[in-house]
């Protein structure tokens, strides 16, 4: 693992996604924890983000609505290291056409070591942690994977 440099100490951006019958529990969330929030670059899907900004004046930089490319744009933002902390709350009574891409998104949150809540609960707990205002993002070093030797080579 390997910290950032040249970076303030502290989550400074939060990437935030809800299922349609999860949008009202996030905006609760984000207006519960809104003094916190303000103080990052937060970014969300479409539809939640225009919500969100809507119901509690947080600002959001808005990515498409995740079935249309959303959620793949905040997996990009988080290979890129622009996300420190993924609030995602997912509708696990729901079947989602998009299935694909939400994994895709939890593996690229898990691959870089972002931390990442699910539900209010965990979403809580990260917020409120000291490791908040502390916190240095911990990337993987991929050196040796992509300097290795690829069989055909």
Same mark, same amino acid.
């Given at each position: ?11 400074? *951006? #939060? ?10 529990? @996030? ?5 519960? &924890? ?7 670059? #937060? ?10 900004? !809507? ?27 622009? #996300?420190? $902390?993924?609030? %995602?709350?997912?509708?696990? @009574? !729901? ?10 998104? @939890?593996? $690229? ?6 931390? *990442?809540?699910?539900? +209010?609960?965990?979403?809580?707990? $990260?917020?409120? +942690?000291? $490791?908040?205002? !502390? ?6 070093? %991929?050196?040796?994977?992509? +300097?290795?030797?690829?069989?055909? &080579?």
């Amino acid at each position: 693992m390997t910290d950032q440099v040249n970076r303030p100490k502290g989550v400074t *951006s #939060v990437a935030l996604i809800a299922h349609d019958n999860k949008k009202a529990d @996030l905006i609760a969330w984000v207006e519960k &924890n809104s003094v916190k929030l303000n103080k990052c670059t #937060v970014y969300a899907t479409g539809t939640t983000g225009k919500l969100i900004a !809507e119901k509690t004046g947080v600002d959001v930089k808005r990515c498409h609505s995740g079935p249309l490319g959303g959620d793949q744009q905040i997996g990009a933002l988080i290979s890129e290291g622009k #996300v420190d $902390l993924l609030i %995602f709350f997912w509708d696990p @009574l !729901e079947p989602m056409p998009h299935d694909p891409d939400i994994k895709a998104l @939890l593996r $690229l949150a898990t691959l870089w070591n972002v931390p *990442s809540a699910c539900n +209010s609960a965990t979403a809580d707990f $990260l917020v409120n +942690s000291n $490791l908040f205002e !502390e916190f240095l993002p911990q990337r993987p070093d %991929f050196d040796s994977y992509l +300097s290795r030797d690829v069989p055909g &080579n």
